[in-house]
């Protein structure tokens, strides 16, 4: 059997970890950024959203170089790059879904939010694999309903069918039988079992 060389990127409360002979930090402080916007002064907000959008497109280019240099360097093949976003980290995945899908062979969803854009993703149609605990404590389990259902739609509204779909997207709502029996005592701590599914990660790298 040939091994084949892959990249994971995990995003985990927002910040960038990409594994397999790579390390290396990109946000380091994504996760309170959008608590930094002035309360008053409407230019100030433009300011801060003008040095936000700045700070996204460099980071967005910092990935494209650092998968090109993994490609490069043997590291991964560019053809099976691979995102997971975690609670917070799956918001910011979700961002950088929404502009530059292209970026991911496939992406794994836990214990999140949809924040970014649809119909980038199903123009690229980039297989997105969503999961979470059904009663998750800080998010629950609607919103992610929510953004499979209007993947979905939009991949119908291409013409495409049934099966085609649901190997681009999977909704996983994990019940409370789940968790049952294993270290994690709430279900948004689901993100630490999510990884270590077999099924769920044998999802996300058979693409």
Request: aromatic share 12%; hydrophobic share 35%.
């Amino acid at each position: 059997m040939t091994k084949r060389k892959i990249m994971l990127i995990t995003v985990c409360f927002a910040i960038f970890a990409i594994s397999l002979l790579l390390y290396r930090q990109f946000f380091k402080s994504a996760g309170k950024r959008n608590m930094d916007v002035p309360a008053a002064g409407s230019e100030q907000i433009e300011d801060s959203k003008d040095t936000e959008e700045k700070r996204n497109t460099e980071e967005m280019t910092e990935l494209e170089e650092t998968e090109r240099t993994a490609a490069s360097e043997g590291a991964a093949e560019p053809e099976k790059v691979y995102s997971n976003g975690y609670s917070g980290g799956g918001e910011t995945l979700a961002l950088i879904l929404g502009k530059k899908p292209e970026l991911f062979t496939a992406a794994l969803m836990c214990s999140s939010k949809w924040d970014g854009a649809y119909e980038s993703v199903t123009e690229a149609k980039t297989p997105v694999y969503f999961v979470i605990g059904e009663s998750d404590e800080y998010y629950g389990s609607e919103l992610f309903r929510e953004a499979y259902q209007i993947l979905y739609e939009l991949y119908a509204e291409q013409g495409l069918a049934k099966s085609e779909i649901d190997n681009l997207l999977v909704l996983d709502i994990k019940e409370k039988n789940y968790f049952a029996g294993t270290k994690v005592t709430y279900q948004h701590g689901g993100g630490y079992l999510f990884c270590r599914d077999e099924k769920i990660m044998g999802w996300l790298f058979g693409h």
